[in-house]
């Protein structure tokens, strides 16, 4: 069974203009729009975590594409967020590169492959869309960016 990134992803959890300019201020934002879907969540306990995360091994891309995510105990089901910066971000890209498109994640770690699963999922989505990247950056309104998130999943 192919497991759903649109089913986890809301209109409230997307953002078309990222204002950060660095990797912590980015953190900050899509901890907030996480925790639109997430509202009992401690927000600094969530900044610390993908902060640790990224510390550990950034999840940026060559691609100027960013997948931080988080496991956790405390949800049954995956939430996703994604943003789009227009000027880009410092994320830790291996190459230096800046980061315009954000997709984050906190998962479950009750369910070891589904990290795995959506992480692969997503990589397949932008892979096989080339102009992905620029359609999403090309968003002025949340409930564009997610319509047509949707919209590119559903052919995938």
Not at 9 to 38: F, M, P
């Amino acid at each position: 069974m192919t497991v759903s990134l649109s089913k986890h992803l809301q209109v409230e959890t997307t953002l078309a203009r990222l204002g950060a300019s660095g990797q912590k201020a980015a953190i900050h934002e899509l901890v907030g729009l996480l925790l639109k879907a997430l509202p009992q969540f401690d927000p600094n306990e969530l900044v610390s975590a993908m902060e640790q995360r990224e510390r550990y091994y950034s999840t940026a891309t060559l691609d100027g594409i960013a997948f931080p995510f988080i496991e956790t105990h405390q949800v049954e089901e995956p939430v996703i967020a994604l943003a789009c910066s227009l000027s880009g971000v410092e994320f830790g890209s291996p190459q230096g590169e800046l980061t315009h498109i954000f997709v984050a994640l906190i998962i479950p770690n009750s369910k070891p492959k589904l990290a795995m699963q959506l992480l692969a999922r997503l990589t397949r989505l932008f892979q096989s869309q080339a102009d992905l990247k620029n359609q999403l950056l090309n968003c002025d309104e949340p409930h564009e960016l997610y319509e047509l998130f949707v919209k590119v999943e559903s052919s995938l």
